[in-house]
């Protein structure tokens, strides 16, 4: 998508060590684009930002900063429409199974720190198709190299292991996903418009 495979894997081996860590994670690091969580915002003066005042409000603009997502990929990608879509349709199924989770700056044991910030989505077969296996993201994020479309074979251990160790494994229905990231959205939104605008 018009990125090196080298800075892929860089940056994609820091999010898989450290997900949802401030200061560590990239993923975390949509701005000016997207706001995911208030603790993101390192200045207060930023609260006046377009996009963070409306990314959720439904006011004038859209719903979401999703639509600013696709129109940036959009003018980057030189007017590939194809990009476009598939960019979208990554970051928003990325999406599902972080934005909507806690962030942190405190280091912890990288197994519990994968199941406390990342969620499963529906682990059915029109799920496994329609998000390409990233709907197993607990697993993908314990076991890196495994193939993406053996993650669904882990499953069954990963949540006894949890259980066991009285760690949470979230794991949610695709609509719920949805919802619990358009709600993070809105909600950061709030978060940002009660910080005093100035002139």
Known sequence: MGNSGTMWRRRH???????QRI???IDLDNLPVL?????????????N??????QGSGGNLCNSNLLF?????????????????????LFFNFGLSHTHLPVTDKPTHWVEHGLVH?????QRPWCDWWMGYLNYQIEHHL????????????????????KNHGVPYHVHSHKEAVMRMMYN?????QQVKRFPLNS
């Open 49 to 54: 930002h377009l996009f963070y005042r409306y």
């Open 118 to 122: 990342t969620a499963d989505v529906d």
């Open 23 to 25: 200061g560590r994670d």
């Open 35 to 47: 706001l995911i969580n208030i603790k993101l915002m390192d200045d207060p003066n930023h609260a």
């Open 69 to 89: 997502v696709c129109i940036l990929n959009w003018v980057l990608a030189l007017g590939k429409f194809t990009n476009c879509i598939a960019i979208s349709y």
């Open 143 to 162: 076991f890196p190299t495994m193939p993406q479309f053996r993650n669904k074979l882990a499953v069954n251990r990963v949540r006894a292991f949890a």
């Open 13 to 19: 081996n820091v999010h898989h060590a450290m997900p």
């Open 185 to 189: 959205i809105w909600d950061v939104t």
